[in-house]
Antibody, heavy 124, light 113 residues
Framework: QVQLVQSGAEVKKPGASVTVSCKAS????????MHWVRQGPGHRLEWMGW????????KYSQKFQGRVTITRDTSADTAYMELSSLTSEDTALYYC?????????????????WGQGTLVTVSS | DIVMTQSPDSLAVSLGERATINCKSS????????????LVWYQQKPGQPPKILIY???TRESGVPDRFSGSGSGTDFTLTISSLQAEDVAVYYC?????????FGQGTKVEIK
């Protein structure tokens, strides 16, 4: 059974950076697309980007381009999301979510498993 | 970007009655070469992450009760709960995976009347 376990809540000051981790188990990490989705106070879900856990290729939403970096460590089956230049608008619950690369047909862009979420609060 | 719009924003349904949620995309998400609609429905209960219910607009994920069904094609889609149960109280989201950035509807909150 696929399980994604995220790191704990963070409180950051404006202008700082935050890194959230997502440890995967129960599946072949290299066959995964690891995505990051955030959910703000209004509960809207917002996709930030993804990494191909097999080859490390990334793609980011234009909205976050230049501020977000997604990486992975295949030896630890863990994906990371770093968001820089934080403002109060970045206060949100951040989820990692998994898509399946193997199935094909853009299936890697739908999310069959989600982490428990990491609350990031940006406050001075 | 493809804009996904759900209706209604919330609805209250009696136990055992039907609940219907609509989702409209700003452009077609039907891929002609495989005749598939690139739409997924999620359920999010309070304090939990979203859970996938239906993909390809109408294919139920393994383990999802058959009272949940999806329909529609092109730009207009529907999630139906045929007989609402207490455990179905949640927010439901549609998402297109036709192109990046993937985008979500704003969510529909389902409550018991």
């Amino acid at each position: 059974q696929v399980q994604l376990v995220q790191s704990g809540a963070e409180v950051k000051k404006p202008g700082a950076s935050v890194t959230v981790s997502c440890k995967a188990s129960g599946h072949t990490f290299a066959n995964s697309a690891m995505h990051w989705v955030r959910q703000g106070p209004g509960h809207r879900l917002e996709w930030m980007g993804w990494i191909n856990a097999g080859n490390g290729n990334t793609k980011y939403s234009q909205k976050f381009q230049g501020r977000v970096t997604i990486t992975r460590d295949t030896s630890a089956d863990t994906a990371y999301m770093e968001l820089s230049s934080l403002t109060s608008e970045d206060t949100a619950l951040y989820y990692c979510a998994r898509g399946d690369i193997v199935t094909g047909g853009n299936s890697f862009l739908r999310f069959d498993s989600w982490g428990q979420g990491t609350l990031v609060t940006v406050s001075s | 970007d493809i804009v996904m719009t759900q209706s209604p924003d919330s609805l209250a349904v009696s136990l055992g009655e039907r609940a219907t949620i609509n989702c409209k995309s700003s452009q077609s998400i039907l891929y002609p070469s495989n005749n598939q609609n690139y739409l997924v429905w999620y359920q999010q209960k309070p304090g939990q992450p979203p859970k996938i219910l239906i993909y390809w607009a109408s294919t139920r994920e393994s383990g999802v009760p058959d009272r949940f069904s999806g329909s529609g094609s092109g730009t207009d889609f529907t999630l139906t709960i045929s007989s609402l149960q207490a455990e179905d109280v949640a927010v439901y989201y549609c998402q297109q995976y036709y192109s990046t950035p993937v985008t979500f509807g704003q969510g529909t909150k389902v409550e018991i009347k």
